[in-house]
Nanobody
Framework: QVQLVESGGGSVQAGGSLRLSCAAYGQIDSLFRMGWFRQAPGKEREGVAGIGSDGRASYADSVKGRFTISEANDKAFLYLQMNSLKPEDTATYSC??????????????????WGQGTQVTVSS
């Protein structure tokens, strides 16, 4: 089992930056991929950024060039650096992890473990 705890959300004006953190506990050695997902009110959950143990990273088109995903301490920590934030980035952001290999990093249904989420609000 793996537990994920996010932190770092908050309110920021458009153009600002935030850094989200996710601490992983438990059988983290088993994890192959980790990712960040977000869900805005009335919208479906979408993959924002994902990273695999093989070093691959993938980003949603809407955040490419603005967001950067990284991990540290052999998947004990996952980060999402968010720059040039826009009002449309407002959502609840969740950290996810899965032990299985896959070429897909942004499909939420493929992730087994989830954090509770942290709110990001971007005002214009």
């Amino acid at each position: 089992q793996v537990q994920l705890v996010e932190s770092g959300g908050g309110s920021v004006q458009a153009g600002g930056s935030l850094r989200l953190s996710c601490a992983a506990y438990g059988q983290i050695d088993s994890l192959f991929r980790m990712g960040w997902f977000r869900q805005a009110p009335g919208k479906e959950r979408e993959g924002v950024a994902g990273i695999g143990s093989d070093g691959r990273a993938s980003y949603a088109d809407s955040v490419k060039g603005r967001f950067t995903i990284s991990e540290a301490n052999d998947k004990a920590f996952l980060y999402l650096q968010m720059n040039s934030l826009k009002p449309e980035d407002t959502a609840t952001y969740s950290c996810a992890a899965d032990p299985r290999w896959s070429s897909e990093l942004l499909q939420s249904y493929q992730y087994k473990y989830w954090g509770q989420g942290t709110q990001v609000t971007v005002s214009s």
